[in-house]
C-alpha cells in the first residue's frame, strides 16, 4: 500500500507522517509554480515605495513628496508607518524584500493558528499537516499573494489585531487588550474601526488603551517629524489622488463601486454616505448578535469585512481582511447537522476563496460599464456584502476564542 492510502481505485488522504510530508511538499511545490507563472506579480512595487521613501526622507527630502520614478505614486500612511520603516535605511534593497517576504509568511502562520488553530483543535486532525494545508490553499488567495508580492503590510496589521482578539477571548492578560489594535491604526487608518468594535462590544478599557496607544505613537511621530506630520494631517491624508482612481478596479470598497457607478462623472457623495451609514447599522446589528453568543471571532471577523466596506480606498491586497470570516463560515459549514444546510455552506465555504483567487475582477479592469461590469467588476464587494449580511453566528461552544485555547469571556 501506497503513502496515499488507496483502497481499490479511491484515493484516501495519507494516514503516516511520510505520506503527509509527501502531500505537503508536493502542494507547496505545486502552490509555489502556480504562483510564480501565473498571477502578476506585482515586483515589490509597494515595497519600493516605503523603501524610496524613507531614503528619500532620512536623506533630507520632504516625506510626501518622494514619488516612484515616472510614477505619481509616494507614501500615503501616516508619519508613524514612516518611523517604523527607517531600519531599512540600513539594509540593501534585497535583503528589504527578503525581510518582507519573511515577516509575511511569520505572520501568515500566526493568523493561520489564531483563526483556524480552534477549528484544527475540535476536528482533532494533526495540527502542523492541518495547517500546511491551509498554508497551501491561503497563499493562493489575490488579497494573500498581492500582499506579499506587493510588499504590502496587511498581513502584519491583521496578525497584530488578532492579537488582541486573542487577549479579548481569555481571562488572563486581557489587561493588554488594545495595543496591537492601537498600533495597527497608527500604521495605517483602516484597523481604527476595531476601536469602534471594542466600544460595540461593552470594552470600554480595552478601547481606551487602543487610542492611547495610536495617539501616543502618533505624537512621537509627530515629534520626530513635526513637519511631515503637518503634511500629513493637513494635506496629504484629504489628496484621494495619491492613492490613485477611486473608480479603478482594484479599488473594492463600497465607494469604489459608487465610483465606477458614476463613472466618469465624480461619484455621489450622498449615495457613498448613505450606504456607509447602512453597513454599520447592520455591522453594528450583527456584531451585538455575535457579542451575546459569545462568537468573539465572528464579532471581529464581521469588523474586519466592515473595514473593507468602508474605506474609501480597499484595493484587492487589502481584502485580507476577509480572512478570518472566511475561516468561521467554514468552521460554521463543519459544525452544521447534515442536510441541506451543510451542503449549501460549505459549498459558499469553498466557492468564496475560490472567486477570491481567480482574480475575476481584472477581467473588467479596461472598462467596468454595463451590468456586466457592474457585477463582475465588483465581484469582491458583493463577497463582502455577503459576509456581512449573512456570516453564520455560532454558539458555544463553537464561539471560542480566535487562539482557541482559552475559555471566552462571559457575556459583557
Not at 515577516?103 to 492541518?130: D, E, F, H, M, Q
Not at 456607509?276 to 451575546?292: D, E, G, H, I, P
Request: glycine share 8%; with cysteine.
Amino acid at each position: 500500500m501506497t503513502q496515499l492510502e488507496t483502497t481499490g481505485t479511491a484515493w484516501r488522504w495519507p494516514v503516516t507522517t511520510r505520506g503527509r510530508l509527501l502531500l505537503i511538499a508536493g502542494l507547496a511545490a505545486a502552490v509555489l509554480l502556480f504562483l510564480t507563472t501565473v498571477p502578476l506579480h506585482r515586483d515589490w512595487f509597494d515595497l519600493g515605495v516605503y523603501y524610496g521613501a524613507v531614503h528619500h526622507w532620512t536623506g533630507g527630502g520632504a516625506l510626501y513628496d518622494y514619488l516612484v520614478p515616472g510614477t505619481h505614486y509616494g507614501f500615503t500612511y501616516p508619519p508613524f508607518a514612516a518611523v517604523c520603516m527607517l531600519p531599512m535605511t540600513l539594509v540593501d534593497w534585497r535583503s528589504a524584500v527578503a525581510f518582507s517576504v519573511l515577516s509575511n509568511a511569520a505572520a501568515v502562520a500566526v493568523i493561520l493558528r489564531w483563526t483556524a488553530g480552534p477549528l484544527v483543535r475540535r476536528k482533532g486532525w494533526t495540527p502542523w499537516y492541518a495547517l500546511a494545508l491551509a498554508g497551501c490553499a491561503f497563499a493562493l488567495l489575490e488579497p494573500v499573494r498581492d500582499t506579499i508580492s506587493f510588499g504590502q503590510v496587511n498581513l502584519l496589521l491583521l496578525a497584530l489585531v488578532l492579537i488582541d482578539a486573542r487577549l479579548l477571548a481569555g481571562g488572563r492578560g486581557s489587561r493588554y487588550a488594545g495595543i496591537g489594535i492601537g498600533l495597527a491604526a497608527a500604521i495605517k487608518l483602516t484597523p481604527a474601526v476595531f476601536v469602534l468594535h471594542l466600544l460595540l462590544t461593552g470594552r470600554p478599557r480595552a478601547a481606551a488603551t487602543a487610542t492611547a496607544v495610536a495617539l501616543g505613537a502618533t505624537g512621537i511621530a509627530a515629534w520626530a517629524a513635526p513637519d511631515a506630520s503637518r503634511v500629513y494631517w493637513t494635506e496629504a491624508l484629504w489628496d484621494t489622488d495619491r492613492v490613485g482612481a477611486l473608480a479603478y478596479v482594484s479599488n473594492q470598497s463600497w465607494q469604489g463601486l459608487v465610483a465606477r457607478l458614476f463613472d466618469p462623472a465624480e461619484p455621489s457623495r450622498a449615495v457613498w454616505a448613505l450606504g456607509v451609514v447602512a453597513l454599520l447599522s447592520v455591522w453594528a446589528v450583527r456584531v451585538r448578535k455575535a457579542n451575546a453568543a459569545r462568537d468573539h471571532a465572528a464579532a471581529f471577523a464581521l469588523t474586519g469585512v466592515l473595514a473593507c466596506l468602508i474605506s474609501p480606498v480597499t484595493w484587492v491586497h487589502h481584502l485580507v481582511w476577509l480572512a478570518p470570516a472566511l475561516v468561521v463560515l467554514t468552521d460554521a459549514a463543519l459544525r452544521a447537522p447534515e442536510g441541506q444546510d451543510r451542503r449549501r455552506l460549505l459549498t459558499w465555504a469553498v466557492a468564496l476563496p475560490v472567486v477570491l483567487s481567480s482574480s475575476v475582477v481584472w477581467l473588467w479592469s479596461r472598462d467596468s460599464s454595463g451590468v456586466d461590469g457592474f457585477l463582475g467588476g465588483n465581484t469582491y464587494v458583493w463577497i463582502s456584502l455577503a459576509l456581512l449580511l449573512a456570516l453564520p453566528l455560532r454558539t458555544p461552544p463553537a464561539a471560542c476564542d480566535p487562539a482557541g485555547d482559552r475559555p471566552p469571556l462571559p457575556r459583557p
